[in-house]
């Protein structure tokens, strides 16, 4: 029950210089495996500011759906990392099974 099936993840783990934690849901997944693990900026800093757009945004009035689009953006690094450690668990033929053609 609860999140015993959820994984955080940062896209500084797979090579974009962001903050922002990402849960993924894992139901019949293996957790991601970091791919390019940066090192984050000490807190304070000009890079750490740049690694925090998402959290620095303003949430209210015009710039709330600003806001929501960066923060429902998926990293470039991250994105692959799904894609090669995925992939190759999918069934292709039971997602989309053959249509068998009909009698004329």
């Known amino acids: 029950t609860g999140r015993r099936h959820v994984q955080f993840v940062q896209p500084w783990w797979f090579g974009d210089p962001f903050f922002k934690s990402t849960g993924l849901e894992l139901i019949n997944l293996p957790q991601i495996l970091p791919t390019n693990r940066l090192t984050p900026p000490r807190p304070g800093t000009d890079e750490h500011k740049a690694w925090s757009r998402v959290h620095r945004q303003s949430g209210w009035g015009k710039h709330a ?17 799904l894609a090669e450690q995925w992939s190759n668990l999918l069934d292709v033929r039971a997602a989309f099974p053959r249509q068998e053609a009909q009698a004329a």
């Open 65 to 81: 759906a600003d806001r929501a689009r960066a923060r429902s953006e998926t990293f470039p690094g991250m994105a692959d990392a």
